[in-house]
């Protein structure tokens, strides 16, 4: 069974602080919705760059906490 994971909840800056949207176990098959790095706002090559809010760039769908991962 494939776990999915929508771009509903996201992040714009790493930090061990961010609550886990997901647990899985080692090996779980997940499926990731995610945004381009502009949340998908650009929808023409005539929107000017100062319409971007430049705090919500490059967002990353998570995070997912994986049970039994290791670090090294």
């Known amino acids: 069974m494939v776990k999915q994971l929508s771009n509903d ?3 714009c800056a790493m930090s061990k602080d961010n609550e886990p949207v997901m647990r899985v176990v080692s090996g779980t098959e997940v499926e990731i919705e995610t945004y381009d790095c502009f949340l998908n706002k650009i929808e023409s090559e005539d929107m000017p760059f100062n319409e971007i809010n430049w705090d919500q760039v490059n967002p990353a769908t998570g995070p997912i906490y994986v049970e039994e991962a290791v670090c090294n």
């Open 9 to 11: 909840t996201y992040i």
